[in-house]
């Protein structure tokens, strides 16, 4: 290729050496003998928690929780003229990106000016500070790419965030880590991890260290220096100067009563001094500032400067303490220069516990019903309604349905695009907000998912040739479809986001007794109940139904419920006696296993006497049991059968409040399980905790596997850390891990599978055995500051939320079992939209369409593909094998870029870093030195930025 | 005189002409056939409360209360500048100064810049916002001369308060009102009064009304227009944009969520179109503020600016409503434009109650010993200090014993004047604070009055000729001096701060058998346990005492009580049987009433079944005893009797907790009643407010007199209010005024006049009686935001305080009771100073010295003299007598200025106004035009600017 960008290029290269230089001067000068002292001006605003994220932009709702980050903007930035000393970072894009649409052209310059001289400076920036238990790898990286976005093309080079900054998150995954590196950051800080790994790592000067963060790329490329701060991301007791706190101010007058500069600069020393122990350099960082802090900012700044300005004068009668105003970037150059060698970490920080009962394990399965409307819409809105845009062009934008949801205009991002943003902070899907907040979350998607319609349609209609009417059926899950349920001719169109050929089985709710499906080619489709639909790679396909025969459905085939369902590739059976499952074959590999599961109950219940340890109940982020043995819902399930010639169920009711249905399509290679659970009944006065757990006769021995944020898989092993000793103190809620997408157990012989259709959270208690805690009904808040228990009612469920998921099972044999939960995780995250149209369609109809030329080889999935600007689109192609996972996909993989589009002629293409803020070969992050060996590599990731 | 002022007048006159076209021109334009609404961003700064004035300035201990004056200024400052059309008050000068002297001088051009503008306006402008119930009018003339005079000295005319603001104070004095008018000031805001007077008031739009606030001055020399401000002084309801409040923003980006404008435009027009009914001209007023509010004063302006911007946007469609930043004196001078009449108002605003059962009448006593405290400092540090100052010269300020405490250098403001006029604040002398705060009002007089013994002992060192070593016997009252208890040979110099010759009795603790005391001029003085001390007007005398026969203080002689004790002028009787007063009798005069006091207590029972009505307790500031019957402490008093050549005493034991001792001495003609009350009993878990009961032949048909800041006497009625027809509901707390320092009842032929030497709370509930309450220890918070019940205990009276004092009664004939209780009144609040000399004085010590040439006549109270600057001494001579109370005093008196002092040449004299911040005859004040007839004169005050 010839790039069209290498004027481009060369003007950013200009600038980015700018940048560098400017960001060692930009730094104010530390002291080579001396206790250097940085002190972090910053604010920390969740995009949403106890309010909604627009209450905390304007400060409305200031019952609930004073904060109002217009005025935090505001003051810093007035604080920040008055002396250039001074220094603040803000982190948070999405809130940045409100205020800056209502300054005034001068105080935008006014901005840019003290961006440009280091002394505002953006760290992390993404549009939030993702969740990094329950979010997909594909939303953070969206969510962090328009962040990004904004600040690079608002500020350019200078606004570029150098660090990274998850200072509030409950744990932390390694694949963000990864990320993250992959992202450019030099570094990266966090404040929360196990209290057991912070004493360990206090007592090993270990709080700094280098994170290699992937066990497939090569290092340095995913090794993240990492920096856990010292009091989470408060500042030093007694030195919180906010208006939100009561400590005593400079009193620096000698006239006035109560003159204390003497005993403030003493505590002082004593901190700065008893936290250099645990530290390796001669630097140390102290956060100043906490939560929505600095609305008045005056107050942090002026007992600040008069803190400095005390400390530093005893330089004079041979202090060696040095204060200084700085900021991560300046801090972390230091650490940087100090050229030592740090420890190295290979694995990730959960779970996080902040004493010995108080596992934030919970949070991994809060609010089961959001978790997975922030996945659907992630398919939905983010990665269909983008490829749309992309492969029908302008069309998309505005034609007979109306405007769709743009992203090409910035300051008017895409509300989807937003909605999904927010939706992935730590407080969001995380399922730790309150219950208003909550709804605001998934309203704000549903009116996202409302502006994409528009654009699906528009773009369906150029592709397809047909302006014909379209609708929706989000109800599907519910089987409510007015459209198929009335209608005696329609058509259904089905895109596959994903760049293969995949298959799925659709189900609609209709009222006729018979039905004709047809393919696009007319050729008619087994139909009975159910009927398999496959589309083309990035593309779509049609099918038209008629109806045949009028009058009521046809009443389902009941059976008495079989000791076995099977179809070519699996055999399940089932125990006569309970109705529950006994085992699970594939019967291609010829493996075998026993498999028996059940739904049980965890309950925190507060009268136990087992209590004297702990009161510390479950609530929104805290799993706190406190007796290690689940309540078993019921020994036994009452079943029923279907069996038709797409799938095959197997109905078993446990209570009236815990079903299954467990089904076999004819072509499918995974058993899926579809648990219904709810409303969880509190008439006993004692909140629950439904798991599901699977008992199997494979010798895990502790083992077990998990997946990072939908990504790389790590190995789990029960009462174990790798890094540190465990003292274990929760045999249950210690052991608990995210699931994001998968879980797996395996000996030598047998691996299972269970990829999730939502985050959870899961484990392995005992051999053989894996649970996944589905839903969580709580009467007692967890004492975290959301200030509510979880328990989740709505108009349609006032007696208690009714969730419904799938898990599917995948039986193979280790070495290849990746194969297939590799492709199958990817169909439950990227899933197909339907869209119908009612009568006959016309003619000319396009009825199948694919925006690629060929699918792409089974080890490369397309993330990304979305409009850029009006010239270019951004492409992510990915490797999504580990390296040890798979002889056959594990290997690299050539793309040939210029014959991968049917619609989109390749006129350049540049590859830039993974959030694309930054040429790629123009990265140029720090070298760290670790203490050990290396990782090793195979998986890459390449991000094309194509001209079309 | 030729007056050596000219130039500098003229300069002023220039600047005064200016200063008057500057306040038209720098008010907002206002919109002739619209409602036009002034929005008056204000704070209210409380200088000490629930923390001391010290705390509140830096924002200390805000785990008590969030507030920090310094940056209330701060922010103010920086938001004003953001918008020229902004607009801000500031009142409290204590706070004010603070701030200023920590600002950079380019801060303080700034500052000026606003001033001048008329963006930042001082509003009252006092050094505090003094209490109007409890405080004693020379000390609020002082406190408003200080913190007026740094205006003035620091901004010119510019920063001159043209408006009076009193928003906070619990009721509103006549004689508060009649100094704001003589201070020059065009008119006058509060926010608190009776509920059902402001009922009336609105029903009859007098909410604004001319208050003639003297009846002895002409018109309009005490008319000051009274403005009662809509909510207290507070933002209309839904209208509080501070950081301490939690009403909606503005929220106006429709691209966010739950976009508001309309909404809250219709809330603030229904608002004001509603108040504009109450209210008489096409202007009304909002006080966009409250108690410490605009620490972060963008909350405030972002929200008011967009509120202006979409309200009167309206007016394009029609709307006829303007909004406008205003301040107190745009809107009084667009009500003095209006030109209409109102109504005239002639007593006062006391008792103030919120409700039916909330009267504020309980801190007319709250806190006794801080407001006997503060009276006696009054005396020696503020008048003794500085008239010694003024009579020795520069020798005061550096002598032999050190630097004094100077008022001649602004910015160093004497200590002892800052404690004083922080004391009068309206929860300093009031009782109405925290009790550590009460200790700090406390501690600052008593460092106060160290720093003025310095001066006092360079003084007479200077006068008298002798530096021998000087002792302050601060504990007299407890019979603690160490010098007189083991001294063998001592003088006594007993300083006189009043300008005539004065006598008073001189008790002293010894522990010699026997002492010589011989006066000035040698001659022995009769002395038994107390002597008779004479000086010299505005003077001193020396006394030396000499022990003559060492051992044993003499046993006090005790006799059976008397059934009468008499001198010449006064007669006594007790009856036999209870030793309780029976009788009182004026020789001269030959009148006799019966008379009978006892000791009662009221109390407030959480758990009386009279409680149905209200639960409200008695507390700091309110009094609700909710029994009408006061319980008798005991029906007869145990009594001891002791007769000397001095004095007479019958010494009364009611219970272990409530003594007195009836006093006679032999040259007075008052009655003194010497109460000591503590520590009142609350074992019974029971509250107590302890009164004293005058019962008397006198027939009062329901009136009483009380003083109103021990100047004019105020008419009083039971149950009757005179500008409102009173629903009475609390029998007693409803009936109770503050006494300053006087309270008399009457019928035609006999006055019993009370003194006081502090401020009391006190009524006439029944025919012949007046009681007063002495002494209070409550249980309960009041509810009004102190937070604390008035439960005093210290060091010395762990079990709770023990207070003393005095009441002086003089009986007289109605027409001439003025001549009595004038100069006693004087006496009781300016007490000789007396300091003591060990050993023998140097023959060449000047033992006797005058300040004057002669002393004044009866009917002039030299009511300050005090050092302005190096060459000049502020003089204010008053007519102390009501223009009706006396044939012999009422008249004119002339003043020979040229003649009045013995050690200072005037050179000339320039009158000022009250507060000494404007030339006299230039004080041009708006003219108001009542409904109704004019009041009538005779008093008049002079107030002389001299330079010796």
Redesign the interface.
């Known amino acids: 290729f010839v790039s069209l960008f290498e004027e481009q290029r060369l003007k950013l290269k200009d600038l980015c050496l700018l940048l560098y230089f400017y960001i060692i001067s930009s730094c104010h000068a530390t002291k080579p003998n001396m206790l250097n002292v940085h002190l972090v001006p910053h604010t920390h605003d969740d995009v949403g928690w106890l309010k909604?994220v627009?209450?905390y932009?304007?400060?409305?709702?200031?019952?609930i929780q004073?904060a109002?980050v217009?005025?935090i903007l505001?003051?810093v930035v007035?604080q920040l003229l008055k002396n250039p000393d001074r220094r603040f970072i803000y982190v948070e894009t999405a809130f940045f990106y409100?205020w800056w649409?209502?300054q005034s052209s001068s105080m935008q310059q006014t901005v840019k000016k003290l961006v440009n001289e280091g002394r505002l400076e953006f760290v992390n920036g993404g549009w939030c500070m993702s969740d990094e238990a329950t979010t997909h790898y594909s939303a953070v990286i969206d969510q962090m790419t328009m962040g990004l976005r904004f600040l690079n093309e608002t500020f350019g080079p200078c606004g570029r965030p150098r660090v990274a900054w998850h200072i509030d998150p409950f744990g932390h995954a390694r694949e963000h880590a990864s990320m993250f590196a992959q992202m450019g950051y030099d570094g990266f800080f966090f404040g929360r991890l196990d209290y057991q790994d912070r004493a360990r790592r206090r007592r090993d000067k270990e709080q700094e260290l280098l994170w290699r963060a992937s066990d497939s790329l090569t290092p340095p490329m995913a090794d993240l220096f990492t920096g856990i701060l010292p009091n989470g991301y408060n500042p030093p007791e007694g030195f919180c100067w906010d208006?939100s706190?009561?400590d005593?101010?400079i009193?620096d007058?000698p006239?006035?009563?109560?003159y204390n500069v003497d005993d403030v600069v003493r505590r002082f020393l004593a901190i700065a001094n008893s936290q250099a122990i645990v530290y390796k350099t001669d630097h140390i960082i102290m956060t100043m500032g906490s939560d929505f802090q600095y609305?008045?900012a005056?107050?942090w700044y002026?007992n600040l400067d008069k803190l400095i300005h005390y400390v530093n004068a005893l330089q004079a009668n041979g202090s060696k303490v040095n204060v200084l105003y700085s900021t991560p970037s300046c801090y972390l150059q230091e650490l940087h220069r100090a050229n030592l060698t740090w420890a190295l970490k290979m694995d990730d920080f959960f779970p996080y516990a902040d004493d010995a009962h108080d596992f934030w394990t919970g949070y991994f399965t809060s609010r089961p019903a959001l978790k997975r409307y922030e996945r659907i819409s992630n398919s939905n809105l983010q990665v269909t309604c983008n490829q749309l845009e992309v492969l029908s062009g302008p069309a998309s934008r505005k034609g007979p349905f109306g405007e769709g949801d743009m992203v090409l205009i910035l300051v008017?991002l895409s509300l989807s695009e937003k909605a999904m943003a927010v939706a992935q902070h730590h407080d969001a899907v995380s399922g730790t907000e309150k219950q208003h907040v909550a709804n605001?979350y998934a309203r704000r998607l549903a009116h996202g998912w409302q502006r994409c319609q528009v654009l699906v349609s528009n773009s369906l209609a150029a592709l397809s040739g047909s302006s014909a009417e379209r609708m929706y059926c989000d109800n599907l899950n519910i089987s409510v479809c007015p459209l198929t349920e009335s209608s005696k001719k329609f058509s259904v169109n089905v895109y596959n986001p994903l760049a293969r050929p995949v298959t799925w089985p659709v189900r609609l709710p209709v009222n006729g007794t018979a039905y004709l499906v047809s393919d696009a080619n007319g050729k008619s489709v087994d139909c009975q109940l159910v009927f398999q639909v496959q589309a083309p790679p990035l593309g779509f396909t049609t099918y038209s139904v008629s109806l045949l025969q009028d009058g009521p459905p046809p009443a389902s085939t009941q059976h008495r419920t079989p000791t076995a369902i099977q179809n070519k590739f699996l055999r399940v059976t089932f125990d006569p006696d309970t109705g529950l499952l006994s085992s699970l074959s594939n019967l291609e590999t010829k493996q075998t296993i026993k498999l028996t599961q059940n739904f049980y109950w965890l309950v925190y219940n507060a009268s136990d006497g087992n209590n004297l340890q702990s009161d510390q109940p479950s609530g929104a982020y805290i799993f706190r049991p406190n007796s290690s043995t689940p309540f078993l819902i019921s020994k036994t399930a009452k079943t029923e059968s279907i069996q038709t010639s797409g799938v095959q169920e197997v109905r078993q009711w446990f209570a009236p409040w815990v079903s299954q249905v467990v089904r076999l399509y004819t072509d499918s290679k995974a058993l899926e399980l579809e648990w219904t659970v709810g409303p969880v009944p509190i008439d006993d006065d004692l909140g629950k905790e439904v798991i599901t757990r699977l008992d199997t006769s494979i010798k895990t021995s502790q083992y077990f596997y998990t997946d990072s944020n939908g990504r790389e898989m790590l190995q789990r092993k029960t009462d174990f850390r790798p890094t540190w000793n465990l003292r274990q103190s929760e045999p249950i809620a210690g052991n608990y891990y995210p699931i994001n997408s998968r879980a797996f157990i395996k000996d030598d012989v047998d691996q299972l599978t269970v990829v999730t259709d939502r985050s959870q959270g899961g484990g392995s208690i005992h051999n053989g055995s894996l649970e996944i805690m589905l839903h969580r009904r709580l009467l007692y808040d967890d004492v975290r500051g959301v200030g509510e228990p979880l328990n989740e009612t709505s108009n349609i469920f006032p007696k208690g939320l009714v969730v419904r998921g799938r898990l599917l099972l995948s039986l193979d044999r280790p070495p290849s079992a990746a194969d297939a939960h590799r492709p199958l995780a990817q169909e439950v995250v990227l899933q197909p939209l339907l869209t119908f149209t009612d009568g006959d369609l016309h003619p000319n109809t396009q009825l199948e369409f694919s925006g690629l030329q060929a699918a792409l080889p089974p080890a490369v999935h397309l993330l990304t593909l979305t409009q850029w600007d009006k010239d270019s689109v951004l492409l992510r192609l990915e490797h999504q094998f580990q390296s040890w996972e798979s002889k056959l996909n594990s290997q690299p993989v050539t793309v040939n870029l210029q014959k991968l589009f049917s619609t989109l002629e390749v006129l350049g293409v540049s590859e830039l870093n993974l959030s694309a803020n930054q040429w790629k070969d123009e990265m140029t992050r720090f070298h760290w030195t670790p203490m050990t060996g290396t990782g090793h590599l195979n998986l890459f990731i390449r991000f094309y930025y194509i001209s079309s």
């Not at 932009?57 to 019952?63: L, S």
């Not at 006239?255 to 109560?258: F, G, K, R, S």
């Open positions: 909604t627009d209450q932009f304007y400060g409305d709702r200031n019952d004073h109002g217009q005025y505001d003051s007035d409100r649409k209502q208006q706190c009561d005593p101010p009193r007058d006239d006035l009563e109560d609305e008045n005056n107050l002026k008017n605001d």
